[in-house]
């Protein structure tokens, strides 16, 4: 089938193997990186200081009082 496109095995045993390496190391250096970028950090630090002072306020609503 793949010699009417001009693809040869060897040619299918090494996307395998790029797909294999990618399946199973890409991605976790992928997330490894991102994860430990400044950017996500930072915005990590955003999304949780706004979760925080959501929280703070609804609980100045139902009449609680935080101490920091």
Known sequence: MYADYGIASDYNQQLAKEKHWLITKGFRAFLTIVAQSKDFKNGLEE??????????QAGLKDGYIYSA
């Open 47 to 56: 999304v949780y200081r706004a979760y925080r002072d959501a929280s703070y």
